[in-house]
């Protein structure tokens, strides 16, 4: 059976009270919605399509291209909604789809099992159901006395005994193409002046067709979000099966509870996460890594064999062996080649730390090329901003700079030249040369010891 997929995101989401569209209120990184359409992308190979309305210009340039948009430029209920996608789809494949784009925990293989179960049957709609003692605004499933789904009454125009039904319409249908377009234009108008897709069920009945329904095993993948109390309890949801998937794959985490970690992070096995740390975007980490406590690393990619404790690290690139912290911050552009140490309270920005430098406690490096093998003594800085412009420190392989050291940009600092305490570089120092003073001056050749010659 080809399949057509449909993904309804145009409403408002008015008791989100945000001026963000609900559909893109992030949950563990990423939209809402993207877990809709990652479940979709599993069940076609075609793109699904997505109604979007409130916020549409909003949606697009968060999703790009990954979906077909259709606008539903009327608030008319979710069959208009639908009706919208009707010239891209109709005749297109056999079945189409129906998803809700606020319905982020749904799986791919509950959504399979929809399917199959609609291809098995010769009725023209299939649905999705549950079971639960809170309702959460969803329609009642009416059964007839034989157990036959014969219609759905919404909640605002249920009597008090239909409220009682614990069985409760999910949003998600799947249909028969030719069925549902020819009379997708048939739906009555509603009270408040809506279309409503639920309506199609007591159409297909009254014809003499049999509607099927599948009831969801685990409520909490029918977790529909309409305020911030439900993205709340969705995020709950979501990383805990975040959590036990990496467990699963080989890495501990040492307190669950505590450790977040979004959708899109990868982590090798035996890598260990302690409390109180998160992984967040597109963040990429190795085996046997030690990350945390009170670690934050976004975006960045983390070889194998590092530490990072108690730090934050944001748009970085870790090679293998590093160890940072406690108390550093590796901000955007830092590269930190193999064997690179990062002490407590040093930081680092768009510059790359060559293999087996060390850098000091409370140091700062920005906008820097450090070569291999170089000391960074403590409360080291490069100056790096004249007020108008970024300017580049070089230090070159086996220099040793001394503790508080100022390196005022633009300057280099040869090969194995040696820089005393406290010195304020402004000119440029040749390779193995010792220098010191304010402003630094050179003194002689250094030497193994750290002594000058001269």
């Known amino acids: 059976m080809n399949l057509s997929i449909v993904i309804l995101a145009a409403g408002q989401g008015t008791r ?33 399509v997505l109604v979007v309305g409130h916020g549409a210009e909003q949606v697009r340039q968060a999703l790009g291209d990954r979906v077909t948009y259709v606008e539903q430029k009327e608030q008319l209920g979710t069959g208009h909604a639908l009706l919208q996608a009707r010239s891209l789809l109709e005749g297109r494949n056999d079945a189409v789809l129906v998803l809700c784009g606020d319905m982020p925990l749904l799986s791919a293989a509950t959504l399979k099992h929809l399917v199959e179960l609609h291809r098995q049957g010769e009725g023209p709609i299939t649905l999705l159901t549950v079971c639960a003692d809170d309702p959460r605004g969803f329609g009642r499933i009416l059964r007839d006395e ?27 249908y799947c249909f028969d193409d030719r069925w549902l377009w020819l009379h997708l234009p048939q739906l009555p108008l509603s009270p408040k002046g809506e279309y409503y897709l639920t309506d199609l069920v007591a159409m297909a009945v009254e014809e003499g067709h049999t509607v099927r329904a599948l009831a969801v ?88 064999r590092c530490a990072i404790q108690a730090s934050v690290v944001e748009g970085a690139l870790l090679e ?88 005022v940009a633009p300057v280099r600092i040869g090969a194995r030249a040696k ?14 040369s010792l220098a010191y003073g304010v402003p630094a001056r050179v003194r002689g050749r250094a030497t193994e010891d750290g002594e000058g010659d001269g």
């Open 16 to 48: 989100m009270k945000s001026k963000t569209p609900k559909v893109l209120h992030p949950l563990a990184g990423q939209p809402m919605v993207q877990y809709v359409i990652n479940a979709a992308s599993q069940l076609s190979s075609e793109r699904p």
């Open 146 to 172: 034989a157990g036959q789904v014969v219609g759905i009454v919404e909640e605002a125009v249920a009597t008090e005994e239909q409220k009682k039904i614990r069985e409760l319409n999910c949003g998600t």
């Open 217 to 304: 095993e685990d409520a909490t993948e029918v977790l529909g979000i309409n305020n911030r109390l439900h993205l709340a309890q969705a995020e709950a949801i979501l990383r805990r099966r975040i959590n036990e998937r990496w467990m699963l794959e080989g890495v501990t985490i040492v307190d669950p509870p505590s450790t977040f970690i979004d959708a899109q992070v990868q982590i090798g096995q035996d890598t260990v996460i302690y409390p109180h740390t998160h992984l967040q975007g597109e963040t990429r980490i190795g085996c046997d890594c030690r990350i945390g406590p009170n670690t934050v690393v976004r975006d960045s990619t983390i070889g194998h």
């Open 320 to 407: 293998d062996d590093v160890d940072v912290g406690p108390f550093s911050h590796l901000r955007r552009g830092a590269h930190l080649a193999r064997g690179v140490h990062v002490g407590n309270f040093g930081e680092v920005k768009n510059s790359y730390l060559g293999p087996s430098t060390k850098m000091g406690h409370f140091s700062y490096l920005g906008d820097a090329t450090v070569g291999a093998n170089v000391n960074i003594g403590a409360g080291t800085i490069t100056c790096n901003y004249d007020g108008k412009r970024k300017h580049r420190t070089v230090i070159e392989d086996g220099a040793f700079i001394g503790s508080d050291t100022m390196l």
């Open 419 to 432: 820089i005393g305490a406290g010195a304020v570089v402004t000119r440029d120092i040749p390779p193995d």
